[in-house]
């Protein structure tokens, strides 16, 4: 079955940089999208970041400091975060859907990582 393990977080003051890892089992990893959510206390979940194939989109509250990328032959996507702030205090999910389902709901989700950003 998908598995798929976060890695990284952790207290970091404002600021601060944190790179968040997930790495990913029981998917063919390459016909995969994957991307990065967070869901912050009492709020909605958030969207942060996918990469299909060659292309990566990030969500406007992060464009300029998170980066995404991934290595296939690790199966593993990394998430830096540089130039945190407080608002960025949640806990991140490392998500998959096949590449081929990109308008469905992602199936697969990670446990979860808590970032913790302080002021």
């Known amino acids: 079955q998908v598995q798929l393990v976060e890695s990284g977080g952790g207290l970091v003051q404002a600021g601060g940089s944190l790179r968040l890892s997930c790495a990913a089992s029981g998917l063919t990893f390459s016909m995969y999208t994957m991307a990065w959510f967070r869901q912050a206390s009492e709020k909605e979940r958030e969207f942060v970041a996918r990469c299909n194939g060659g292309s990566i989109y990030y969500s406007d509250s992060v464009k300029g400091r998170f980066f995404m990328s991934r290595d296939n032959a690790k199966n593993t996507v990394y998430l830096q975060m540089n130039s945190l702030k407080p608002e960025d205090t949640a806990v991140y999910y490392c998500?998959?859907?096949?590449?081929?389902?990109?308008?469905?709901?992602?199936?697969?989700w990670g446990q979860g990582t808590q970032v913790t950003v302080s002021s």
């Open positions: 998500v998959a859907r096949p590449a081929a389902t990109d308008s469905d709901p992602y199936p697969y």
